[in-house]
């Protein structure tokens, strides 16, 4: 699909950034486990801190094809970046879209300026695919005026570095489809953040628990009515997966990059390995998937901006995309070789990164049941 000359110029602009930003820390971010804060920063600068915000809260207000070109290129300097930035742009987009007047008002102007960083909150330890089945609830006390959240949530991206979370919780513990929206301040009592998890990649964003202890909130933080938590959380997540789709694009086209710059350079026989048939056709498989991801990515952030339902065709994309990534740096990695298993060379965290793009906003199978229900109708 055609971009428009402005996305076409913001395209450019992130890969710059990614450039010279992103990609000469990515390696060390990684091998330290640490999150690159000098790169939010510039992100903010750039106004991708407030990518979803409304341009009356002092957004950039962007369609969801431009959100797509914008996680495709940051994803292309580092996944973990990211993945951080998108998750920071779900939690605007519920507070823009479900919070009232006030609500904006506190918390979306800084959150454009890239502080407090949000983060996502509805998976828990045993409910992750199925989330009705949480176990996180919030009590109504003082008449109505305030809510009590208690439980703990997993797999929080953002979980350490996060000022603000929307977090979701039944209303009744006994009814599964009580599950609300709330937000909550990070630094509220009774709220504590556990250890950070030890990951296969994606190491330099950081990923914990969040445990609430009678975590009080005004009333006003409740975001959603009693009972439509999911259903927001499943518009909100429609957008998430094609964003989700657009990084994994991205981060195949930096393992497809590094392969063709190697395979150029890389002699044997007496010759570069791109003169032997079996790379060339690794390289030829490896653009297609790309090429096909994107195109899908496209097209599902395009039907939302015609408001279309996206659901289908955004689960199609984030499915053929995050299965290509793994296929794709698999490859990479395959044609490096014994280097290619090696941190000298970006293709060995590009491949670990890969993986967690088909299991997080949804895995591979829920977005195969969410394709095959739609084709019979269900």
């Given at each position: 699909?055609?971009?428009?000359?402005?996305?076409?110029?913001?395209?450019?602009?992130?890969?710059?950034?990614a450039?010279?930003?992103?990609?000469p820390v990515?390696?060390?971010?990684?091998?330290?486990?640490?999150?690159p804060?000098?790169v939010?920063?510039g992100?903010?600068d750039?106004?991708?801190?407030?990518?979803?915000?409304?341009?009356?809260?002092?957004?950039?207000d962007?369609?969801?094809?431009?959100?797509?070109?914008?996680?495709?290129?940051?994803?292309?300097g580092?996944?973990?970046?990211?993945?951080?930035?998108?998750?920071?742009?779900?939690?605007?987009?519920?507070?823009a879209?479900?919070?009232?007047?006030?609500?904006?008002?506190?918390?979306?102007?800084?959150?454009?300026d890239?502080?407090p960083?949000?983060?996502?909150?509805?998976?828990?330890?045993?409910?992750?695919?199925?989330?009705?089945?949480?176990?996180t609830?919030a009590?109504?006390?003082?008449d109505?005026e305030?809510y009590?959240?208690?439980?703990k949530?997993?797999?929080?991206?953002?979980g350490?570095?996060?000022?603000v979370?929307?977090?979701f919780?039944?209303t009744d513990?006994?009814?599964?489809?009580?599950?609300?929206?709330?937000?909550?301040?990070t630094?509220?009592?009774?709220?504590?953040?556990?250890?950070?998890?030890?990951k296969?990649?994606?190491?330099?964003?950081?990923?914990?628990?969040?445990?609430?202890?009678?975590?009080?909130?005004?009333?006003?933080?409740?975001?959603?009515?009693?009972?439509?938590?999911?259903?927001?959380?499943?518009?909100?997540?429609?957008?998430?997966?094609?964003?989700?789709?657009?990084?994994?694009?991205?981060?195949?086209?930096?393992?497809?990059?590094?392969?063709?710059?190697?395979?150029?350079?890389?002699e044997?026989?007496?010759?570069p390995?791109?003169?032997?048939?079996?790379?060339?056709?690794?390289?030829?498989?490896?653009?297609?998937?790309?090429?096909?991801?994107?195109?899908?990515?496209?097209?599902?952030?395009?039907?939302?901006?015609?408001?279309?339902?996206?659901r289908?065709?955004?689960?199609?994309?984030?499915?053929?995309a995050?299965?290509a990534?793994?296929?794709?740096?698999?490859?990479?990695?395959?044609?490096?070789?014994?280097?290619?298993?090696t941190?000298?060379?970006?293709?060995?965290?590009?491949?670990?990164?890969?993986?967690?793009?088909?299991?997080y906003?949804?895995?591979?199978?829920?977005?195969?049941?969410?394709v095959?229900?739609d084709?019979l109708?269900?």
């Open positions: 699909m055609e971009l428009s000359a402005t996305q076409s110029a913001i395209r450019e602009a992130v890969r710059e950034f450039e010279s930003e992103i990609r990515a390696a060390e971010a990684d091998r330290e486990g640490t999150f804060e000098a939010w920063d992100l903010a750039l106004d991708l801190t407030g990518l979803t915000v409304p341009e009356a809260n002092g957004g950039f962007a369609d969801r094809l431009t959100y797509a070109v914008v996680n495709e290129e940051i994803a292309y580092s996944l973990a970046v990211a993945t951080a930035l998108s998750v920071h742009c779900l939690t605007t987009s519920c507070i879209e479900f919070g009232d007047e006030s609500v904006r008002e506190e918390w979306l102007p800084e959150m454009v890239g502080r960083v949000g983060a996502f909150a509805l998976s828990e330890p045993d409910a992750g695919s199925n989330p009705a089945e949480m176990s609830t009590s109504a006390v003082d109505g305030a009590v959240i208690d439980g949530k997993q797999w929080i991206t953002n350490e570095r996060a000022g979370a929307v977090v919780a039944k513990p006994d009814d599964p489809e009580s599950v609300t929206q709330f937000l909550v301040p630094d509220a009592d009774g709220l504590e953040v556990g250890k950070k998890e030890d296969l990649g994606l190491r330099a964003s950081d990923t914990t628990s969040l445990l609430f202890d009678g975590v009080e909130i005004p009333a006003r933080y409740r975001l959603t009515e009693p009972g439509r938590g999911l259903a927001a959380a499943f518009a909100i997540l429609t957008g998430g997966r094609i964003g989700i789709a657009a990084q994994s694009v991205g981060l195949a086209q930096a393992a497809l990059d590094e392969a063709v710059a190697y395979a150029g350079e890389r044997q026989f007496d010759r390995i791109a003169d032997i048939q079996s790379i060339r056709h690794k390289l030829a498989d490896m653009e297609t998937d790309v090429r096909a991801a994107r195109a899908l990515t496209h097209e599902a952030a395009a039907a939302q901006d015609r408001g279309e339902s996206a289908t065709a955004a689960s199609v994309a984030k499915y053929f995050s299965e990534a793994v296929d794709v740096t698999n490859e990479a990695v395959q044609i490096h070789g014994g280097y290619g298993y941190s000298e060379f970006p293709v060995e965290r590009l491949y670990r990164d890969a993986k967690v793009t088909t299991i906003e949804g895995t591979s199978q829920i977005q195969k049941n969410i095959a229900r084709l109708g269900e």
